[in-house]
Antibody, heavy 122, light 109 residues
């Protein structure tokens, strides 16, 4: 069974750094694109970026380029997203999600993590 | 960047048919996926590749895509179908590779 389990909720202050994780199991981690999706309170889904763990090929939405860093560690089948300096506007639920088919980019996100709620407040 | 426009809300009586549209420029030339998101839960893929259903998704959910509109149809609507629905596609011609629609709240009357 494919599973994506995300790290727990975080409460941070503006300017602090943060790294959240998405631990996967049940499939070959290296061979499937994993994306990150933001959902601000009461709002829709926004694609942030995506990584192919096998070679760490990473693509960012222009809206999030330079704002976050996405990475993956094949040895522990885990993807990460990190911020160096959080802002209040980063308050949101963040989901990791795996594309449906191996090595294919033009696919739906079939498997999702449960989400990580990040709250940034002074 | 490519924009996918959905109606903010759709209301439907139990047992009737809900139709959710997703408008985009020549969207019929692209491959569309649909997600259901219930309150407090992660999205669930309900239709992929315009019209295919993942294992476990009822046959009541179907999709189509042509021209400038993709459509998700839910037949014989049940109370449990009340949720937000999002269309999504891969836009290889843009840096905004993965685009989500604006979302539609389906209310079962």
């Amino acid at each position: 069974e494919v599973q994506l389990v995300q790290s727990g909720a975080e409460v941070k202050k503006p300017g602090e750094s943060l790294k959240i994780s998405c631990k996967t199991s049940g499939y070959s981690f290296a061979n499937y694109w994993i994306g990150w999706v933001r959902q601000m309170p009461g709002k829709g889904l926004e694609w942030m970026g995506i990584i192919y763990p096998d070679d760490s090929d990473t693509r960012y939405s222009p809206s999030f380029q330079g704002q976050v860093t996405i990475s993956a560690d094949k040895s522990i089948s885990t993807a990460f997203m990190q911020w160096s300096s959080l802002k209040a506007s980063d308050t949101a639920m963040y989901y990791c999600a795996r594309l449906k088919a191996a090595a294919a980019a033009n696919e739906g996100f079939q498997h999702w993590g449960q989400g990580t709620l990040v709250t940034v407040s002074s | 960047s490519y924009v996918l426009t959905q109606p903010p809300s759709v209301s439907v009586a139990p047992g009737k048919t809900a139709t959710i549209t997703c408008g985009g420029n020549n969207i019929g030339t692209k491959t569309v996926h649909w997600y259901q998101q219930k309150p407090g839960q992660a999205p669930v893929l309900v239709v992929y590749d315009d019209r295919a259903r993942p294992s476990g998704i009822p046959e009541r959910f179907s999709g189509s895509n042509s021209g400038n509109t993709a459509t998700l149809t839910i037949n014989r609507v049940e109370a449990g179908d009340e949720a937000d629905y999002y269309c999504q596609l891969w836009n290889s011609s843009s840096d905004h590779l993965y685009v989500f629609g604006t979302g539609t709240k389906v209310t079962v009357l």
